[in-house]
């Protein structure tokens, strides 16, 4: 009678076993320095986690994070075929890195948020893998927002005149004019003298509340070219709260073309704006210069045959006292040189989010933007890196 009463107990053990759907987190988890814990289940949090200095990594296919306490992580991985879906939020401490899935939030819901804490980073972000949703910062002053739709990565960077105590960031694939997310509308006809038309494609939603700049961009999805004819014009937008109407944002650089390419703003304070997209002006923009020559755009081809193996710009002798910059698509510059010959070799020499600095940048297209200041001259245009 006895076995018969523990067969059937562990019969009932396994069944629940195998029912168990979600790590439950009531008290007392903790991770060690260099501990290590894998995540191929849900996770519900309802308590903090103790002394917390290890790697939670979530893994498999789609995950939920929920509960009633917003877990702070040292180290996250996220590596789902789908997505990991927070309906609490998640702070992490130290570094979270994309290798494949998007972190989801809930856009009817800015209170829930991916949290970048103090000195937290992050590497990784693709198309693949990002913020879908909401992706918040603490105490910095510069951060680029690794946000975008659900199938596409549209990041926006803030740098701020001070340090921020808490930024938000959430990018929107909708019409301002019937906005299915947030309260509306924006009606992109009620713009400001100075303003022609406004973006019905997209829009960012930040939050802020020091002066700062920002820097977004386009590519062929944003359809620049049924607002504009001519790049120069594309300014950085927002939907004044107190004038009720879409008002420039200011431009202090761009580079591209109406394909693509980004825009940086004048200085502003987010929290004045319901929300920003991108829009043109009336008035032209100084132009580029090409009254002595053009410049080309450039190859380089890092694979060692000794051809384009650096950014060469033959026209920069006449002008020893020059600046170049490198930006990528999405306007994070990469490479900055004053009196610039020839070293740029694909690798960049900025203190940001670059991934794998010293190993190269990732093959692509890339942005350079040249001043010669020796003839007060301006020029832009692209390079395509290879290996």
Not at 81 to 95: F, S
Not at 192 to 212: A, C, K
Not at 291 to 306: A, P, Q
Not at 311 to 324: A, D, F, K, R
């Amino acid at each position: 009678m006895k076995r018969i009463r523990a067969i059937i107990f562990l019969l009932l053990c396994t069944s629940l076993l195998s029912a168990q759907t979600a790590l439950y987190n009531g008290g007392n988890l903790r991770l060690h320095e260099n501990a290590q814990m894998g995540l191929h289940t849900e996770l519900i949090n309802d308590a903090a986690w103790d002394n917390n200095l290890g790697l939670v990594g979530f893994y498999g296919n789609g995950r939920t994070l929920s509960g009633s306490v917003v877990p702070l992580f040292y180290d996250v991985e996220v590596v789902l075929n789908t997505t990991l879906r927070l309906t609490t939020g998640l702070d992490v401490a130290n570094n979270l890195n994309f290798i494949t899935g998007n972190v989801a939030t809930d856009r009817l819901d800015p209170g829930t948020h991916l949290t970048f804490v103090g000195d937290a980073f992050y590497v990784g972000e693709s198309d693949l893998a990002k913020v879908d949703g909401y992706a918040a910062m603490t105490n910095k002053r510069s951060f680029i927002f690794p946000v975008g739709s659900a199938s596409e990565l549209r990041p926006l960077a803030l740098n701020a005149a001070e340090t921020n105590l808490f930024a938000q960031c959430a990018y929107f694939l909708e019409d301002p004019n019937a906005p299915f997310s947030l309260p509306g509308p924006f009606d992109t006809d009620n713009v400001e003298r100075d303003l022609g038309f406004v973006s019905n494609v997209e829009f960012w939603q930040l939050q802020g509340s020091v002066p700062s700049t920002i820097t977004i961009n386009w590519n062929p999805n944003s359809d620049m070219a049924a607002l504009t004819a001519d790049a120069a014009l594309i300014v950085p937008v927002g939907w004044s709260l107190s004038q009720n109407e879409w008002v420039s944002l200011g431009n202090t650089g761009f580079a591209g073309t109406l394909e693509q390419g980004f825009v940086t703003s004048g200085t502003f304070v987010p929290n004045e704006y319901a929300i920003i997209t991108l829009g043109v002006t009336r008035d032209a923009l100084e132009p580029l210069d090409s009254d002595l020559f053009d410049l080309d755009n450039f190859y380089i081809s890092l694979n060692g045959d000794g051809i384009n193996d650096a950014l060469i710009i033959p026209q920069l002798e006449q002008s020893p006292n020059n600046m170049v910059k490198i930006y990528d698509r999405f306007g994070l510059k990469v490479f900055e040189k004053q009196n610039y010959t020839n070293e740029f070799r694909g690798v960049s020499n900025i203190n940001n989010l670059v991934i794998s600095r010293e190993e190269g940048l990732p093959v692509g297209v890339y942005f350079y933007t040249v001043y010669m200041a020796d003839l007060d001259l301006n020029y832009q245009g692209f390079l395509y890196l290879s290996r």
